[in-house]
């Protein structure tokens, strides 16, 4: 979780999310090769085997992909920021909890966020020491690779 007292934006990510598609990774030029290594390798003629695997082994760079973003969640805030006083974040490690205090015009915010991956869980909590002060837009940018994929080339932030 990033940003500041405008805006907050918790990116999200998720491991199985790469750009490209199925692909065939093996180098079919690797087995003719393989018998020649095994006998080097017997023979412990290591620097000849490993040439010979880093010329013919490695994969192809051509298939490798990229892991991506999934998106982000972002909440805009409505108030005014340009008088903003007493100004703290904190990230508590043990707890997995983020936090942003500050105050503006009299009333006191603050912003927590805490995260659980055993749970699959992330929670945030907003709040205002005044009734009817928190004002705030919640929205969602997908990512780059998403956002193609669907052909929604727009821009979706100022």
């Keep these: 979780m990033y940003g500041d007292i405008e805006e907050d934006r918790l990116a999200m990510n998720i491991s199985t999310l790469w750009s490209g598609g199925p692909s065939n990774k093996n180098n079919p030029i690797a087995a003719p090769h393989l018998e020649k290594v095994r006998k080097l390798m017997l023979e412990e003629k290591y620097a000849e085997a490993k040439v010979i695997v880093e010329n013919n082994f490695l994969g192809n760079q051509d298939i490798y992909w990229t892991h991506l973003p999934m998106g ?4 805009v805030f409505e108030h005014d920021s340009s008088k903003f006083s007493d100004y703290h974040t904190e990230l508590v490690i043990e707890n997995s909890i983020y936090r942003m205090s500050y105050s503006s015009n009299g009333v006191n915010y603050q912003r927590e966020a805490f995260a659980s991956n055993s749970d699959n869980l992330i929670a ?3 709040s205002s020491s005044k009734a009817k002060t928190l ?11 998403l956002i193609k994929q669907r052909g929604l080339m727009k821009r979706l932030f100022k």
């Design 124 to 126: 945030i909590r907003l």
């Design 135 to 145: 004002s705030f837009v919640l929205g969602m940018k997908e990512g780059e690779f």
């Design 72 to 75: 982000e969640f972002y909440t």
